[in-house]
């Protein structure tokens, strides 16, 4: 270390310069002192912008898993007109499938066909008494409020609804019920 006002080179351990007899700085360096403020600065921004950040993340997340399960019930719609009008069980019987038979048929991917894709369980089925003209298809959220927080479903028409409070439910003759659902799009007031 040199002493700051004769610029003679002092040994580390000396309080004052044996040259011009100068007290010396003892206690932290101050380049260490301004880095460490740097630092602590730093991680305090970036904790801030974390906690804006990852919220946004999350809910980015749950959107993008909504609108998977849209795309997934659009392509279950596609594969169901498919499945009946080229009927893919070859048994002259011209009905809608399941989707373990639609999966079978390749009319949609495996992953789906197994019934859980991007944070959504999916059903689809014919309808046992009629099964030649109606068929339904649910989109459950795995983890409701986590992977999604709404529920959809569709059916023969096409067209996709959904709740904000419990999955959707169908009667025996093909009704959905539940007076909260909506289709897609459709603002609540």
């Not at 946004?56 to 997340?61: F, G, P, Y």
């Not at 999604?148 to 009667?171: L, M, N, W």
């Amino acid at each position: 270390m040199d002493c700051p006002k004769c610029a003679k080179r002092v040994t580390k351990n000396r309080t004052v310069c044996k040259h011009c007899g100068t007290q010396l700085q003892t206690g932290a360096n101050p380049v260490l002192v301004v880095s460490a403020v740097v630092v602590c600065a730093l991680f305090g921004l970036f904790a801030v912008g974390a906690a804006f950040a990852i919220p946004n993340l999350i809910e980015a997340r749950v959107h993008g898993n909504e609108a998977a399960a849209i795309g997934a019930l659009k392509t279950i719609t596609t594969a169901q007109s498919l499945f009946r009008e080229g009927d893919k069980e070859s048994d002259t019987n011209y009905d809608y499938g399941s989707l373990q038979e639609l999966s079978d048929a390749a009319l949609i991917d495996s992953v789906l066909g197994s019934g859980e894709k991007q944070g959504y369980v999916f059903t689809a089925q014919a309808n046992p008494v009629t099964s030649e003209f109606l068929w339904t298809a649910t989109a459950n959220p795995s983890d409701p409020g986590s992977t999604g927080k709404r529920y959809f479903a569709v059916d023969q028409s096409g067209v996709i609804y959904c709740s904000d409070t419990h999955p959707i439910e169908f009667d025996e003759q093909g009704r959905m019920l539940g007076d909260d659902v909506l289709p897609v799009g459709v603002r609540r007031r």
